[in-house]
């Protein structure tokens, strides 16, 4: 026979799986607290640098092959993609720290998420 205080928490358990079911959340797993990892931002700011690169080649190429002229075009929207690409990753860079920093904010208020989690009833 099960002690009425093993029923208690069984019905305690099964009240939070509804409650996760009926949001559709799962528990976040330790390894998902971060939105990135590392690597991700790094391949983001190359992809923006290399995009900016790119498109700023293909308006040089596509304007000088238009006007028939030297690759005068080809060079300044060069220049101007790589400027673009560099200020993507740099504003990028920016919105990460201002990410981090009010992740850091919130985990350093006083009891931090485990506070919060008690105070939510999980």
Known sequence: MTDPDQRERMAQLEARIERFKSKGDTPEKSHQNESY????LAWRMVIELVTGL??????????????????AFLVVFTMLGFVAGIKTMLRSAKEIQLTEADQAADDDTPG???EKRVKDGD
């Not at 990892?37 to 991700?40: E, G, K």
């Not at 790119?54 to 690759?71: A, C, K, N």
């Open 112 to 114: 931090g998420a485990d």
């Open 54 to 71: 790119g498109i700023g080649f293909g308006m040089g190429y596509g304007l000088d092959s238009l006007l028939e002229t030297t690759p």
């Open 37 to 40: 990892s590392q690597a991700q």
